[in-house]
């Protein structure tokens, strides 16, 4: 698995900015996709964005055109550049990186997740 540490967390007012960070352990151009995953109080973890090593990028449709991912290979990090927040993106974000093997095997690592708050 790759350890994964997120960072660029906290408090922000509604309408304002906030960029996530999320560094790997190695290379992640061997990691064939990377996405931010949030979870709110009492509710399940949802996808909020994902990148491949090849550059396709999904959005969850409550977050298009406001957030964008982004990768930086040479420092084995990815963004998350969040705009125009909303209330309602309020939860504790996790950076999440699948590898898949040639034999098939997969691998799912997780960072410790950072919390976004956002107010009113």
């Known amino acids: 698995q790759v350890q994964l540490a997120e960072s660029g967390g906290g408090l922000v007012q509604a309408g304002g900015s906030q960029r996530l960070s999320c560094a790997a352990s190695?290379?992640?151009?061997?990691?064939?996709?990377m996405a931010w995953y949030r979870q709110a109080p009492g509710k399940q973890r949802e996808l909020v964005a994902q990148?491949?090593?090849?550059?396709?990028?999904n959005y969850a449709d409550s977050v298009k055109g406001r957030f964008t991912i982004s990768r930086d290979n040479a420092k084995n990090t990815v963004h998350l550049q969040m705009n125009s927040l909303k209330p309602e993106d309020t939860a504790v974000y996790y950076c999440?990186?699948?590898?898949?093997?040639?034999?098939?095997?997969?691998?799912?690592?997780w960072g410790q997740g950072t919390q976004v708050t956002v107010s009113s």
């Open positions: 999440n990186a699948v590898r898949a093997l040639s034999d098939g095997t997969v691998y799912h690592s």
């Open positions: 190695r290379n992640i151009f061997s990691i064939n996709t």
């Open positions: 990148i491949t090593s090849g550059g396709i990028i």
